[in-house]
């Protein structure tokens, strides 16, 4: 019998995740349903309780209700208090628990664009701070990294996000301008900032003058599909790639924590890319 799945956040008419999940869905012959609820903070207890009563068999949770969802679980994974934020909800045993796909989600995308079992010798930059960079860094620091380094407007919330790194690996905070000068010394720069994302399409997170050809750049965003940073970065001989692989990923993981069966990665990624224009 088909099983209710969804998404809670608010706003999410832009999500891609129903076309997502729904599509594989019916090409695996699931008779499930991924729906869209709009919650805002002040409905998201009274919608939690709804989303029980409904027998929902797991959730995505997106912005703002990644950390306010935490004390309305039965319980909540280890991955996720690590990193402070719960993006995805099963049901276990009448139990809701919460985990974190977008870390392990990227962490599993970056391996596979550089074709490593891990990050073993690298030297990472995390451009950014906010919720997005705790889930990125808190994984990559438990990728065997020779060093991580956070930039951000907020040096404070870049040095206690390299606190908290510090648990897994060698971690510090430096400013934005710290990052430009310093941009060699790196061999994957990540930026998680929303800077560069539609519709300011001109601006830049940093500049990327100092960058070594060979350097992989991966960007979080993927409206556009290539930022005009990416764009520049390639042109400096640099290996890049959008937020659609994290995407995916992170989309995929949930998705076999739900039904206990592995989607097609690829076939995902093609039906995001066709309803972003881009395949
Ligand atoms: P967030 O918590 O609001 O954090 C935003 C970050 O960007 C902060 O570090 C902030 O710096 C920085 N920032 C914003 N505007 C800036 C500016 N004008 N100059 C300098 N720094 C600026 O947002 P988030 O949830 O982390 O999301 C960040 C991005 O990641 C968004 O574009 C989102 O779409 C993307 N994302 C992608 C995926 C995926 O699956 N591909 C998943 C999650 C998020 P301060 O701390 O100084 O404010």
Request: proline share 3%; charged share 20%.
């Amino acid at each position: 019998m088909g099983k209710l799945y969804g998404l809670i956040g608010h706003p999410i008419g832009h999500s891609m995740s129903p076309v997502m999940h729904n599509g594989e869905f019916k090409e695996l012959g699931l008779s499930h349903h991924y729906h869209a609820f709009d919650l805002s903070p002040e409905q998201l207890e009274d919608g939690v309780d709804a989303m029980k009563m409904l027998d929902i068999q797991g959730f995505n949770v997106t912005i703002p209700h990644k950390v306010a969802i935490i004390p309305l679980l039965d319980e909540v994974e280890q991955e996720a208090i690590d990193i402070g934020a719960v993006n995805t909800v099963y049901k276990r045993d009448g139990k809701y628990i919460g985990t974190n796909t977008d870390g392990s989600g990227y962490l599993l995308s970056l391996l596979t664009l550089i074709g490593e079992k891990n990050l073993s010798g690298k030297k990472i930059l995390v451009i950014g701070a906010g919720g997005a960079a705790r889930a990125v860094a808190v994984s990559v620091s438990q990728s065997e990294v020779a060093s991580l380094t956070i930039a951000n407007r907020t040096l404070e919330k870049a040095e206690e996000l390299s606190k908290l790194c510090q648990h897994y690996s060698v971690a510090n905070a430096i400013t934005l301008s710290e990052a430009e000068t310093s941009l060699g010394q790196f061999d994957i720069v990540i930026n998680t900032t929303s800077i560069g994302m539609s519709p300011h399409l001109d601006r830049m997170p940093i500049s990327l003058e100092h960058i070594r050809s060979g350097t992989v750049v991966s960007d979080l965003i993927y409206n556009p599909l290539e930022t005009k940073w990416m764009k520049l970065a390639k042109s400096k001989g640099a290996v890049t790639d959008n937020g659609i692989s994290m995407f995916v990923e992170q989309g995929a993981l949930a998705f076999e924590k739900w039904t206990g069966v592995s989607p097609d990665r690829k076939r995902m990624r093609n039906t995001v890319l066709k309803e972003l224009g881009g395949y």
